[in-house]
């Protein structure tokens, strides 16, 4: 199991995940029709290209759905409960094709559950950097974990 259990975190544990992705037009196609968003800014060229930005943007979502999937395995694998919310989600950078993203996560709070005494809140920032280290999402995800022994 890779993920850690509620009793193996910290507040100010920092994780720099390993894996990587490097965005396709696949990626972002599927992503915005399985997810039935129509923007043309992620699927017309020419729309995006006659933009502020001169080419297609990567769906949000999808931006925000990588982060998260990028920090799992170093985080909640094999020890989530439940994600119970995300808050302060901010995308200060625009994502493109063919840009590396890469995630980092901190613990910024840990709460003993109220109703669970078998497991506890974990808060993590969720940051999301493309290939040139700029921010371009961020988050935080409030996990509720189990404990060891649990």
């Known amino acids: 199991m890779a993920g850690r259990f509620y009793d193996d975190w910290q507040v100010g544990d920092r994780l720099t995940h390993d894996i990587r992705r490097t965005v396709t037009e696949t990626d ?19 729309a ?7 080419q297609i943007l990567v769906n949000g979502t999808f931006t925000f759905a990588l982060m998260v999937g990028l ?4 985080t909640t694998l094999g020890t989530l409960v439940a994600n119970l919310g995300y808050d302060k ?9 063919g840009d590396t993203l890469r995630a980092e996560t901190e613990v910024v709070e840990l709460r003993d559950s109220k109703s669970r005494p078998e497991a506890g ?20 995800r409030t996990a509720l974990l189990k404990r060891k022994g649990a």
């Not at 995006?48 to 001169?54: D, L, N, Q, T, V």
């Open 28 to 46: 972002n196609l599927l992503f915005s029709t399985m997810t039935h968003n129509p923007q043309p800014l992620h699927l017309d060229a020419e």
């Open 48 to 54: 995006a290209k006659a933009s502020e930005f001169g």
């Open 71 to 74: 920090s799992v395995g170093d």
């Open 89 to 97: 989600l901010v995308m200060p950078k625009p994502v493109f094709i």
């Open 121 to 140: 809140l974990v808060t993590f920032r969720h940051i999301l950097l493309n290939q040139r280290d700029e921010p371009v999402c961020q988050c935080l």
